[in-house]
Structure formats: C-alpha cells, structure tokens
C-alpha cells in the first residue's frame, strides 16, 4: 500500500478491529493489550505493566513472551488495517471476515533492552502487502520511548 495516499477509516471499523483485539482475542486480553491509534499506515496499542507479566521476579522485567506476543498480535493489527485500507470499497462486515484468514507465518523478535516500567508502547506497520503475504515492522517501546524490543513478522493473508 503507497504511503502517500492515507484514507481514514469509519469509527464502526475501528471500533470493530479494537473490540476484537482487546476482548474477542481473549490471549490480547490476558496481556491487557489495548489498542491506542488505528490508521491505515500503522497502529500502536499500550500494555500496563502488572505482576501476572513479570518474568524475572528480582529486577521486575516484563516477561520476554509477553513482548513476543504482543508484537505479534499488533504485527497481525497492522496487516489488518492494511488490508482494510486496500478494500475501502467493501462493506465493514466484509473488510473484517478478511481477518479470519490472517495467520502468522515467521516472526523474530530482538530484546535490546531489559522491559522494566509501569506500562509499555507498542507500534507497527505494514512494510508489504501482497496479495499472499504480508511483511510487517514492529516496536517495543519503555513508557520513556526508549526501544527496548523490535519484531518482524510475516503474516499470511489468503
């Protein structure tokens, strides 16, 4: 998708898309996942930090598959408003049933930092996408917005 010619998505559809990554995924809602910004250029969400998420108990570090997992899951975000932005001409209802074909195929994911802090940010973006395959950049990022973590994925969308 050219990132010169953005559109804004209807409200129905970024309720929609939120609503399902923050409660529907019951995964994203074990993480407290929430969702910040849908555009069709990219989305960023938050996490809140909380002792159910804490891998390394002394330093109280953020767990590195809680990272993983929410990387993923704002990568598959992003391929979905990419997707969304493609088919502006579909109806809400159609741009959504998209989603169920989406499916992670390769992800890594780089800890750079240690993931200490009270809440966490997360972006992503869509770097290709195919009519198969979609490429995506992701962020970890301290409340400060130090980059603690990156990802890549690929995701498969027929």
């Known amino acids: 998708m050219p990132k010169t010619v953005p559109v804004a998505f209807e409200p129905e559809f970024v309720l929609a ?3 399902i990554f923050e409660e529907d995924i019951v995964f994203n809602r074990t993480l407290g996942l929430k969702i910040t910004s ?8 938050a996490i809140a930090m909380r ?10 570090r953020i767990h590195g598959g809680v990272i993983s997992a929410a990387l993923d899951a704002m990568g598959g975000l992003a391929v979905l408003t990419a997707i969304g932005a493609r ?3 579909e109806s809400v209802e159609a741009r959504l049933h998209r989603f169920a074909k989406l499916g992670t195929i390769d992800l ?3 800890y750079l930092r240690p993931g200490i802090g009270d809440h966490f940010v997360l972006r992503a973006e869509v770097l290709r996408l195919g009519s198969r395959v979609a490429s995506t950049r992701m962020e970890f990022l301290g409340a400060d ?6 990802g890549a994925g690929a995701y498969i969308i027929s």
């Open 87 to 89: 088919h502006m001409d």
């Open 17 to 19: 898309i939120t609503k």
């Open 145 to 150: 917005g130090k980059l603690l973590s990156t």
């Open 38 to 45: 849908v555009t069709p250029l990219g989305v960023t969400g």
């Open 51 to 60: 002792p159910a998420l804490v891998g390394h108990p002394s330093y109280n």
């Open 108 to 110: 890594r994911i780089d």
